[in-house]
């Protein structure tokens, strides 16, 4: 008996950490989708018949959708059971992929791209969910957040290597077809390895969950268009306006609802409302740092897709190797802000050196060394952040934790992209109007402009370290005590699994 029950507790840990394998590639499948089609975009833009004023909504029709539902996507999975979550949204996200890759014409590629965002929205944070769930034991879940965090901040570069690969040697429908077979194989692992997760079967806050999709939606549309319009445009106050008044509705029906879709309690202790503020800065950093990059290997030093993809491994190496070799190991010895704050600050470093930036300055000695620093420093923020918003949540909210957390970190990646993007063309316009206007004094204000977009990402990346050595105060080497309304929610309120 005793034989069999170690080897029953055996196999159970070694599925485990299979399950995670499947969480980590359903996660990538997601990320490296807001960036694979960047590179691919003027080719699938010549085959479908955009316009030039359209084709940014191949990018952000995925964001979009993305963002806004999010929170609901969490909800969802916590009513139906998470992993019926997680296999739908991939399932989904496989369907809506097949469909960008055979798209005749750019209303269905774009059409495909959201749609991609809804079931991205079901499945993101079911990830996070399921990874909270299953691994509690403090040295286990730094090693599981570490991959988890490596994957979700690699990502968003695998996308621009592997878009820079399949455009060169392939089309850039692959981009899309790609996702099949992971999706596949996410399906069948999650069907093998993941356990069938409890639902909680309490109704459904449609009116939050309307205020909230739209409000995020409003927020990410006004930074998106901010890259394009003045930052004073109708357009862009507008939606702005939207945003706050739709949010703040949002937050009042939170605070009197009898079901809230995001229960105020949950977002209003420090460490979690800390970590996620963390995260949406650093993803701020790192998406425009992606952004910046990308436009100075290929416009400036002209770098091919595939070249360009390479040159920018050095910061999923540095983020893949800190997450898992570093943070993992020290996340249950000591304080989190001790490895937060720190990391902020080589983050820090690596836009400021960015900072330096000129058209003459080489590959080596400005772009590897901030893709290096910048790596390490997100490496060291995000699995500590992603611990320290999950600790103590009562299991039947974990989901609705985990989809503030992903909402967090898609705001900051969406948001960044549009603002470094909006500062970056409008010091470069500013230039180009009080200088030359030869070749040469243009190709200067360009990269003058991305200069200064990465000094303003090293003063967010401050602000960020500022406020997490305020706010982040848990220390996973002391044992953890649940609050007594906590302890009395995990009782009694569990459905039978799915």
Same mark, same amino acid.
């Given at each position: ?15 485990r ?11 990538? *499948? ?8 960047n590179?691919? #975009? ?7 018949? *955009? ?10 029709? %995925? ?8 929170l ?48 991205? $929205? ?5 990830t ?8 509690? =034991? ?5 090693k599981a957040?570490?991959v988890f ?19 060169? !040697? ?6 899309? !077809?790609?996702?099949v ?5 996410? +399906? $069948? ?26 409000? *995020? ?26 945003? +706050? ?14 079901a ?12 979690r409302a ?20 990308? %436009?100075?290997?290929?416009?400036? *030093? ?17 983020? +893949? ?27 820090? #470093?690596?836009?400021l ?19 290096? #620093? ?14 320290? /918003?999950? %600790? ?7 989901? +609705? ?14 948001i960044?992209t ?26 200067? /204000? ?17 602000? /960020? ?13 002391k044992?953890?005590?649940?609050p ?6 995990? =009782? ?7």
């Open positions: 008996m005793a034989q069999a029950t170690a080897a029953s507790t055996e196999r159970s840990v070694r599925y950490w299979w399950g995670l394998g499947v969480i980590a590639l359903a996660q990538l *499948m997601v990320m490296l989708d807001m960036t694979i089609v590179i691919a #975009l003027p080719w699938a833009q010549q085959d479908t018949g *955009m316009s030039d004023a359209s084709r940014q909504w191949v990018v952000t029709a %995925y964001t979009l959708a993305f963002g806004a539902l999010l609901l996507g969490g909800r969802v999975g916590d009513l139906v059971g998470r992993r019926r979550a997680f296999v739908a949204g991939a399932v989904g996200f496989a369907v809506a992929s097949v469909a960008g890759g055979a798209a005749p014409n750019a209303e269905v590629l774009v059409g495909s791209r959201a749609a991609q965002g809804v079931f991205a $929205a079901l499945l993101v944070p079911s996070l969910a399921m990874l909270a769930t299953t691994f509690t =034991e403090p040295r286990e879940r730094a957040f570490g965090s490596s994957v979700a901040s690699a990502g968003g570069a695998i996308g621009l290597l592997g878009g820079g690969v399949i455009t060169e !040697y392939l089309d850039w429908r692959w981009c899309f !077809y790609v996702n077979p992971i999706g596949v194989a996410v +399906v $069948a692992g999650a069907l093998l390895l993941l356990p069938a997760m409890p639902a909680n079967r309490q109704r459904v806050d449609v009116p939050g969950a309307v205020l909230s999709a739209c409000g *995020m939606l409003a927020l990410v549309y006004a930074f998106d268009q901010a890259a394009t319009h003045s930052w004073t445009s109708p357009r862009v106050l507008g939606c702005l306006a939207a945003a +706050v008044v739709l949010l703040a509705a949002f937050g009042l029906t939170q605070s009197r609802g009898p809230p879709l995001l229960p105020l309690r949950l977002v209003a202790d420090r460490n800390g970590a996620s503020l963390t995260i949406a800065l650093a993803m701020v950093s790192l998406f425009g740092l992606f952004l910046i990059l990308t %436009y100075q290997l290929q416009v400036v *030093m002209d770098f091919s897709p595939l070249r360009t993809g390479l040159a920018i491994l050095p910061a999923t190496v540095a983020t +893949v190797l800190t997450s898992t070799q570093v943070a993992a190991r020290l996340v249950p010895r000591v304080p989190l802000r001790l490895l937060v704050v720190p990391g902020l600050f080589i983050a820090m #470093l690596g836009l050196n960015l900072g330096r930036l000129t058209p003459d300055s080489s590959y080596a000695s400005t772009l590897m060394p901030t893709q290096i #620093l910048l790596g390490i420093g997100v490496g060291l923020v995000i699995s500590p952040c992603i611990s320290a /918003a999950t %600790y103590r949540v009562p299991p039947q909210e974990v989901g +609705v934790v985990s989809a503030f957390v992903s909402t967090s970190q898609q705001l900051g990646g969406s960044g549009a603002l470094l993007n909006a500062i970056a063309t409008s010091v470069t316009a500013d230039r180009i109007a009080g200088g030359g206007r030869g070749e040469r004094a243009v190709t200067e /204000a360009t990269v003058h402009g991305y200069a200064v977009a990465s000094l303003w990402a090293a003063g967010i990346t401050a602000l /960020a370290a500022v406020l997490a050595g305020l706010l982040i105060t848990i220390d996973l080497r044992p953890a005590q649940a007594p309304e906590q302890a009395r929610a995990t =009782e009694g309120d569990l459905a039978p699994s799915n």
